[in-house]
């Protein structure tokens, strides 16, 4: 690292090691419940679970973006972070805010909203929380050197993620209006301003691992930003369908969901080529592993699968059903959880001195996470069709369906344990680099 | 060759274009099409306190509504219509978690008030149009 102040990302990074782990453990419970082993019913109902696993993956991979953006933005504008003690602060608010969330969706404390669960109350916090960090984003990048491409679409995309989930919060008695605005947090967070975010980190790695020019990369850079946001503000149609809202949706959807899947393949293309164009060859062969795989995976499970069940005449089959598990699965680990994955493991030798760059358990670990979360894709995927012939089409009913394809459900319990298996030596790394270290200060 | 400054006008400017036709459309579809399909007139207070009971219990952690929630439990847009009232309230008010086949339910014991709340928020969403959803099983003899 250059900056002393850089090591805040550490734990950033450290709570969404612990918070992923979590996140699996809720997994496995769900798996078991459609095996039909629902012997935690009375303590931690399938609700519970449910919203526990979503919420830890959406509050893992945001402090996974902030340890991020505390990494990468004292070294893109060349300057120390504006406050290192505010940092903290804000870190030990992320934690209690996600721990009472946590601890209250077992008590039936929540909002019922899909991936919205936090109480109102809680809203207001992480309010506070996320303006605390973009405060110290935004002064340390106006304050600095240098502000460079990378860094401004990084920021831009937090600035965004921020302002948007606002509409989330306003109450709306009608159930449609209320679907309609919370897929504008929903929907276009993780199809729009996280993208910018996944954009600028996977530039960021790409300059430092492949050593191919800046003016170029960040070229690509924005056309990338550019197809994501072309495709993907007016696809948001594709959740407006068959909630109540119009017919028009069904042709804007259609026709901008069809050309989500660029913005992912130009993302993809735009890895490689960079991988291939360069001429410095980094020794993190963990951190490219895991660069090139977020490009490569998000294309399948967030453009080609998603595109997949967008098509209207689809969507209203498969809408609502395991289906939307398989694309929602391949989908946040290949776009979101790698790229945070690929930032840990390229910042961690950096902040700790420890250059644990070609290391097997490193390389099984990716291995093991990518080849477990695809089964469980094609798992959920068979489970899906299947629920969606015998129950949409030929009229079974939903539970007799479920007894029906309860057998895919043990082959996806089969393919977490690898995946699970994946995640704890990518933890059992990270853990074995040990803490940040100011010895690891590199000036240049 | 494209170059940078023509990378960023084609971000900025592909952006800002396709936002304002979302809000155009988002507009168009809330103050024309909402009312109409969702029959704004017949949401009563009795359905908004069935839509709170619905969320504070969080319903869509297990079940889908307009094809929205989790896939645990059955679609519930046309539940009335399927099951009636009375199925509805006793699964509601039940004591012991209601299990028609297997799949345990989490025993609410709701209150007669709170279940016909949740009934009427049921009834309202069932006779919303949702454009063909949930489709009609076109195989079932």
Known sequence: MKYRSQKVAYWFFALSMLLLSLQLIYGFIMGFAHMGYDGLHSVIAFNTARAVHTNLLVVWLLSGFMGAAYYIIPEEAENELASVKLAYAQLISL??????????????????????????????????????????????????????????????????????????????????????????????????????????????????ITGVDREVIEKWLYVIVGLTFISGILGTGHHYYYIGVGKIWLIVGGIFSALEPLAFLGMALFAIAMYRKGEKKHPNKIALSWTLGTAIVSFVGAGLLGLAHTIPQVNMYTHGTLVTAMHGHLAFWGAYA??????????????????????????????????????????????????????????????????????????????????????????????????????????? | MLSKSQAKTFFLGGTIVTFAVFLALSWTSLSNEVPKRTHEENLTPQVVRGKEIWEANNCMGCHTIMGEGAYYAPELTKVYERRGEGYIKAALMSKTPWSPRGRKMVAYGFSEQQANDVVAFLKWIGETDLNGFPPKPDLKK
């Not at chain 1, 309010?127 to 405060?135: H, I, K, P, S």
């Not at chain 1, 990378?150 to 209320?178: K, S």
């Not at chain 1, 390229?346 to 070609?358: I, S």
């Not at chain 1, 695809?374 to 369906?401: I, N």
């Open chain 1, 95 to 208: 934690a209690v805010v996600g721990v009472i969330a946590i601890v209250g969706y077992h008590f039936n404390y929540w909002e019922g909203r899909k991936f919205l669960e936090i109480p109102r109350p809680l809203d207001y916090l992480v309010v506070v929380n996320v303006l605390t960090f973009l405060g110290i984003i935004l002064v340390t990048l106006f304050k600095g050197k240098k502000r460079t491409t990378t860094a401004l679409v990084l920021t831009m995309g937090l600035v965004f993620a921020a302002l948007l989930y606002l509409p989330g919060m306003i109450w709306f008695d009608n159930q449609a209006m209320d679907s309609f605005f919370r897929w504008w947090v929903v929907h276009l967070w993780v199809e729009g301003v996280w993208e910018l975010i996944m954009g600028g980190i996977l530039s960021f790695l790409l300059i430092k």
């Open chain 1, 338 to 444: 790698m790229i945070v994955l690929a930032i840990i493991s390229y910042a961690m030798p950096n902040l700790t001195g420890r250059k644990l760059y070609d290391t097997t358990t490193g390389l099984y670990a990716f291995w093991l996470s990518n080849i477990g979360m695809l089964g469980m894709t094609v798992a959920f995927g068979v489970a899906g069709v299947a629920q969606v012939y015998l129950e949409r089409k030929v009229g079974l009913e939903f539970g007799d369906v479920q007894k029906e394809i309860q057998v895919h459900f043990l082959i996806l319990v089969s393919c977490a344990t690898m995946f699970t298996t994946g995640i704890c030596m990518y933890i059992y790394e990270f853990v074995k680099h040990g803490r940040p270290s100011d010895e690891a200060l590199v000036t240049q």
